[in-house]
């Protein structure tokens, strides 16, 4: 109790150095919750449930990648197993998932969803499922009301407890899944029980269909459906590798046609389609408030000849498109607008770059390019990289010089301060990761040329940088702001930016704010 008494009194000198006398409500609640001796606090990022971090498809982490060190640990595939290097795990419950594929012979058999403990990498089960085709690089996904892990591969879905790896349901259907990974809900229904996963199937010539699966129990009045049921599927044309995405009861995919795609998520009803170009989707959209972004892939042309799209759903219609690289992957968009893209192919006329682009609102312009904009040409993104954005940090990776499927031989943090001609716009790096990368826990989780391997982050706040954002944060984080040095001799190993929690580069009075914002989980 004496603990508690101590940070519950520093916590009070904050209120009244900061003059905060008008939130005594928000500060009851820090109290509160100190008081409750727990030790920890729930951080809104500290799981990474879908490829893209989200249902939304956002890639954006409040941990902070201020540095990259040699990795936590490195696991290995075994001689019968072959990780889908593109893929990007998730994780959630202290574990990390991932897809990887079983061999026999070196002949594909069959895929696997293995689950390792996301601290020591330890392997924990694993469970099989249909083959995937095409090379796909499907993610798993995460229903953490229903603690269960989802994946599809060749012709089924599965959903394996996310403990114990026992299956849950099987769904067989006649169609292949290439590059589909699902997005889930957590908030349809009456009592909110009546969740779903959505996720687009495999026709590229048309005919494909946008599926809604029953991920919760059975209830007569609320959810009519079994667990692995097909609760409503629609058609939406042309589809290659959509990767839908879920928000506030809305259901939003890109298609090969060019086309924006609206469902109500409740009851399959479409709501709207939006012509956006001629050009194709194969990946996926990040739903920010009533905007959605899209970027295009286009095989013939040279170098940024697709478009990166900008939607408004609520007027159901494009508001503006800018030039891009070909690619896959999702933009990331920061809170200040600044859209994130990876994408390229080493030939076809095209190499792989990650840009950047300012959303001015109804208009965009280019930032920066790492490819055209630097004297090193710096090889890093590609078609299939899923970049996140973590604190001021970017996360990417370096792709090996063959433009096929091979893995990525380095993870590299970007200063999103900076651009590609500054010193320190990379700002670290290690070898043998750089694979869409997953950030949990204080953790990121990249695949490589090596296996799957944990980087250790800190959590934006974490100034004692023992992996935890908690009370016994508080201590280092006065000193942060009263004595810079002090801290520095104390925490060697720590770095002053980790108490920057509001992002702006600097480490004041402003940062209380947000500092407490995340030690009470509303950041």
């Known amino acids: 109790m004496q603990n508690t008494e101590r940070h519950s009194d520093e916590l009070l000198w904050l209120k009244r150095w900061h003059n905060l006398n008008q939130r005594r409500q928000d500060w ?48 290995e595939p075994r001689e019968d197993e072959w990780f889908v290097d593109n893929a990007s795990p998730v994780a959630a419950f202290g574990r990390v998932y991932f897809n990887a594929r079983v061999l026999d012979d070196g002949v594909v058999v069959a895929n696997k969803i293995i689950a390792l403990d996301a601290v020591t990498g330890g392997r924990l089960w694993e469970m099989p499922l249909d083959a995937d085709v095409y090379d796909s690089w499907a993610a798993p996904a995460v229903d953490t009301r229903n603690k269960s892990v989802l994946l599809a591969s060749g012709q ?57 699966i029953n991920i919760d129990p059975y209830d007569a009045a609320d959810n009519p459906f079994e667990p692995g049921q097909i609760a409503w599927q629609a058609g939406i044309g042309r589809a290659g590798g959509s990767v839908a995405a879920y928000r506030d009861g809305r259901v939003i995919c890109v298609t ?51 478009l990166l799209v ?8 494009v508001v503006w498109t ?25 030939g076809y006329g095209s190499t792989p770059r990650v840009q950047a682009f300012q959303d001015h ?23 299939t990289l899923q970049p996140v954005l973590a604190g001021d940090r970017l996360i990417v990776g370096v792709p090996q010089a063959s433009g096929d ?33 997953a950030v949990a826990q204080g953790i990121a989780f990249s695949h490589g040329a090596i296996g799957l391997s944990a980087f250790d982050l800190f959590a934006s706040g974490d100034v004692n940088c023992d992996g935890f954002l908690n009370n016994f944060d508080i201590d280092p984080f006065v000193l942060t702001l009263t004595s810079p040095e002090t801290y520095a ?26 500092f407490v914002a995340l030690l009470t989980g509303n950041e």
């Open 361 to 383: 609102g109804t208009t965009a312009s280019r930032l920066w390019d790492t490819f055209t904009d630097s004297a090193g040409k710096l090889n890093l993104g590609g078609w």
């Open 489 to 514: 001799s104390l925490y060697p190993n720590c770095d002053v930016h980790f108490a920057d929690t509001n992002g702006d580069g600097e480490v004041n009075n402003f940062d209380i704010d947000a």
């Open 405 to 437: 499927f091979s893995p990525y031989l380095e993870i590299v943090v970007l200063n999103r301060s900076l651009t590609p001609g500054q010193n320190g716009f990379v700002a670290g790096s290690a070898s043998g990761a750089g694979a869409s990368s």
């Open 310 to 317: 900008k939607f408004d759903l609520a007027a159901q219609q």
């Open 322 to 346: 800018m030039a891009c690289e070909r690619t896959n992957s999702i933009p990331v968009v920061a809170d200040d607008g600044v859209v994130f893209l990876s994408g390229g192919i080493n």
């Open 28 to 75: 009851a609640v820090v109290l509160v919750l100190l008081a409750s001796g727990n030790g920890q606090f729930a951080v809104g990022a500290s799981e990474w449930t879908h490829f893209a971090g989200s249902a939304g498809r956002r890639a954006v982490s409040c941990a902070a990648a201020v540095r990259l060190e040699q990795p936590r640990w490195t696991l």
């Open 256 to 306: 090969r046609d060019g086309r924006l795609y609206s469902f109500d998520a409740a009851t399959g009803q479409q709501q709207f389609m939006i012509p956006a170009t001629s050009q194709p989707f194969f990946g996926g959209v990040t739903l920010i408030g009533n905007s959605a972004y899209a970027a295009t892939y286009v095989f013939s042309g040279g170098q940024s000849n697709s």
């Open 156 to 212: 089924e879905i599965l959903a394996a407890d996310a403990i114990t790896g026992d299956v849950l349901w099987r769904l067989p259907l006649d169609r292949f899944f290439v590059n589909a990974t699902a997005a889930v809900s957590a908030d349809l229904g009456a009592q909110k029980n009546a969740n779903r996963a959505f996720i687009a199937d495999f026709a590229p010539g048309g005919g494909a269909q946008l599926y809604a």
